[in-house]
């Protein structure tokens, strides 16, 4: 047993789920020239740990033509309870970057009493960042 394991009362350590816990706790500039250095001496790894550190959060590091490109594909009824849980200044980001008859339905959506409905919230964030996986894996857009 060596010393680290002693220390650790002989138990093994994830390597990538701390990696990956660090990364999401990393802002976006940091994050990517890490990945960045990492994609250059092993791609299957960065490519794994761009997409495990991937959260609805992250979209907002997107340049916009990215997250347009993702939210364009949304549902407005689907995107206005996705950004009923989010920051005033990331709701008008967003609403800027779709038509306007997009915007008003989504808009109209996050105006309602959503407090009993924060699950169907949370599912649309959901659904929003399966897309946005989904657009990173075909290399649509890029995170990082």
């Not at 490519?47 to 549902?75: H, M, N, P, R, Y």
Request: glycine share 4%.
């Amino acid at each position: 047993m060596t010393q680290a394991n002693k220390e650790n009362g002989g138990i093994f350590i994830n390597g990538k789920k701390q990696v990956i816990e660090l990364l999401q706790k990393m802002d976006g500039p940091d994050k990517a020239k890490l990945l960045k250095n990492l994609r250059n001496r092993n791609p299957a790894l960065a490519k794994e740990l761009t997409e495990s550190c991937i959260s609805f959060e992250s979209i907002w590091d997107l340049d916009d033509g990215a997250l347009k490109t993702i939210v364009s594909q949304i549902q407005p009824t689907v995107l206005g309870l996705a950004l009923s849980l989010v920051h005033t200044k990331n709701q008008r980001r967003v609403l800027s970057l779709v038509p306007r008859e997009m915007a008003l339905k989504a808009f109209d959506i996050m105006q309602k009493d959503l407090t009993g409905n924060r699950n169907e919230c949370f599912r649309a964030q959901t659904k929003i960042l399966e897309l946005a996986l989904s657009l990173h894996r075909n290399r649509v857009i890029q995170f990082y």
